[in-house]
């Protein structure tokens, strides 16, 4: 009778085991559910995720006075999972004169056609296209910044970050025929940049020297100064000859010490550019590739040049992955969430989040907590203070905030988090939102990540 009892015993504890063990499972992520907390492991996606401001890019050069970007080509690029282009505007025909109207309505038409596209710009402008021709007078260019300053405030929701460019062949900062190459007017271009660009907008030098002369210092900037908007928090760099001679044709002065400053300053300010024939050394291999991109933080680089570069890459198969890793890539890792609350309380939002990617996000976004009923679909918008810039790469950051539910009737909510652009004109448009990586939680009609949990407010 006793080993009746015992036998009948284990039947029941067994059932009940593989009973819990089954229902802490789910398809989306795993979750361990006690009496009152859920606790949710998330699964990460291995898709080339689409985000703004970041990945290879597209580099479309225009004449003075020529053809606006096309918008059926624009709208193509997320066939290419690209998100963003350099529009280099070349204006050679006003070297001795202000901007004409058609102009200035040829870069108005333009940046109306990304919006409706979905996409945004590196923008640069320059006055040739060849190392023997003419470049602009200092008063000349100060003229054609103030020209521009409207168009920049009006469409700062489109502009990712802006190359410093006007002096010199192809806007490059050398081979100038107006002595602008010193210090004094390399200074008074870069402040006359940030003065005309809305405090939110980044430029970027051609070298880190320059920057360094530029501000009169050498020591990389820390976390009181780089999510900030002084001028010195707002100039970041873009390297052209990447991986291809030893400094990169001059990119470098001391490499090592320059590229351990750089990667020290692309926590807080944007790298990118593109490659070119290299010379000295052997076509960049993906590991070297890779090493490069992570230490200097590159956010994008150019798809169109240098070809035989892009092609070795795509050839040993590391191609997909830098499209995944350039720029940041934000990944959902864990999170544990009370299942009920009390009407008119508050909720704690307990989440951890990974960058896989080679930088962090540089423009700010707006953060929200979501709440949509399940019953009816109505949601509430609750905002966080939590800057997503701050999430850099290979370190999990904790999110902990305590959320107010005033305003919540009682009922079930599907909880979802938004990341959205800082600008209101764009901010509601999915493309303009920041996608996590991870499998089963993007709504890409909402723009919305899903954090698989449903919170009861009673």
């Avoid at 690209?82 to 109207?101: E, G, M, P, W």
């Avoid at 076509?283 to 798809?303: F, G, P, Q, R, V």
């Avoid at 953060?367 to 949509?372: A, D, E, N, P, V």
Wanted: with cysteine.
């Amino acid at each position: 009778m006793t080993n009746k009892i015992l036998i009948l015993f284990y039947i029941i504890i067994s059932t009940s085991f593989f009973s819990c063990s089954s229902s802490a499972n789910d398809d989306d992520g795993e979750e361990i559910i006690d009496d009152s907390i859920t606790e949710i492991n998330y699964t990460v996606s291995s898709k080339v995720i689409s985000n703004p401001e970041r990945g290879f890019m597209h580099s479309w050069s225009v004449p003075s006075e020529g053809t606006p970007l096309n918008l059926v080509t624009l709208k193509s690029l997320t066939n290419e999972n690209v998100t963003i282009i350099l529009r280099l505007y070349y204006l050679d025909a006003f070297k001795d004169s202000a901007l004409s109207d058609t102009q200035l309505n040829l870069i108005k038409t333009d940046f109306e056609r990304l919006r409706e596209a979905g996409i945004k710009c590196v923008l640069r402008f320059a006055y040739n296209s060849n190392e023997t021709h003419t470049d602009a007078s200092l008063n000349i260019i100060e003229t054609h910044l103030d020209q521009l300053k409207p168009i920049f405030e009006d469409n700062a929701d489109v502009i990712a970050f802006v190359q410093a460019g006007f002096i010199g062949s192809w806007g490059e900062w050398y081979y100038t025929t107006n002595n602008l190459t010193t210090l004094e007017n390399k200074k008074a271009v870069v402040n006359k940049l940030l003065e005309v660009l809305p405090k939110e907008i980044k430029i970027q030098l051609r070298t880190p020297l320059y920057k360094q002369e530029v501000f009169n210092y050498t020591s990389a900037i820390g976390v009181d100064v780089g999510y900030e908007t002084s001028d010195i928090a707002r100039v970041g760099f873009h390297n052209d000859c990447f991986l291809a001679s030893v400094d990169d044709y001059g990119t470098y002065n001391n490499v090592t010490i320059e590229k351990n400053y750089v990667s020290q300053e692309a926590l807080f300010v944007p790298t990118g550019g593109e490659t070119c024939p290299p010379s000295g050394v052997p076509t960049a291999s993906c590991a070297t590739a890779d090493t490069e991109m992570s230490l200097l933080k590159w956010t994008y680089l150019n798809l169109d040049y240098y070809g035989p570069v892009l092609n070795v890459w795509r050839n040993n198969n590391c191609f997909t992955d830098f499209q995944k890793e350039l720029g940041y890539r934000l990944v959902l890792k864990s999170s544990s969430f009370k299942k009920e609350a009390s009407l008119n309380g508050t909720f704690e939002i307990n989440t951890v989040i990974d960058n896989v990617g080679f930088a962090p996000v540089y423009n700010k976004k707006n953060t929200f907590l979501i709440f949509k009923s399940t019953v009816d679909g109505t949601t509430y918008k609750k905002a966080l203070n939590f800057d997503i810039r701050k999430v850099i790469p290979a370190v999990n950051y904790e999110l902990q905030e305590t959320v107010s539910l005033s305003g919540i009737p009682s009922g079930n909510y599907e909880l979802l988090l938004k990341i959205e652009d800082q600008y209101e004109i764009i901010s509601d448009r999915p493309e303009y939102s920041i996608q996590l990586a991870n499998t089963n939680t993007w709504d890409s009609t909402e723009g919305v990540n899903k954090l698989l949990h449903t919170l009861t407010i009673n």
